[in-house]
């Protein structure tokens, strides 16, 4: 079983970039597929996803190139390079771990999740 902890969220200013990183333990990281989720009051929605390689990426269309998605199998971490933040964008953001192969957009298809952290963006 894995243990995934999210850091470096905060508060930033509209325009702002921030990174955010994921640190996994207990598991085999390399051997998930990883994602990045965000909750706002509502649904908890899809922002991006990477493969076990970290060849392959996918990201939400509503991100129009602004975020990055990327990991280190050797650090356990994967990361979420945010640029550009709109106020819009406040909300918690989770990773997530995915035991079985391919990438996915779905929630109930990740296996493990941390417990998120807060990123808030002022106007």
């Known amino acids: 079983q894995v243990q995934l902890v999210e850091s470096g969220g905060g508060l930033v200013q509209a325009g702002d970039s921030l990174r955010l990183s994921c640190t996994a333990s207990?598991?085999?990281?390399?051997?998930?597929?990883m994602g990045w989720f965000r909750q706002a009051p509502g649904e908890r929605e899809f922002v991006a996803a990477i493969?076990?390689?970290?060849?392959?990426?996918y990201y939400a269309d509503s991100l129009k190139g602004r975020f990055t998605i990327s990991r280190d199998n050797v650090k356990n971490t994967m990361y979420l390079q945010m640029n550009d933040l709109n106020p819009e964008e406040t909300s918690v953001y989770y990773c997530?771990?995915?035991?079985?192969?391919?990438?996915?957009?779905?929630?109930?298809?990740?296996?493990?999740w941390g417990q998120g952290t807060q990123v808030t963006v002022s106007s």
């Open positions: 997530a771990a995915k035991g079985t192969v391919g990438l996915s957009t779905r929630r109930n298809e990740y296996d493990y």
């Open positions: 207990g598991g085999a990281f390399s051997s998930y597929c």
């Open positions: 493969s076990r390689s970290g060849g392959t990426k």
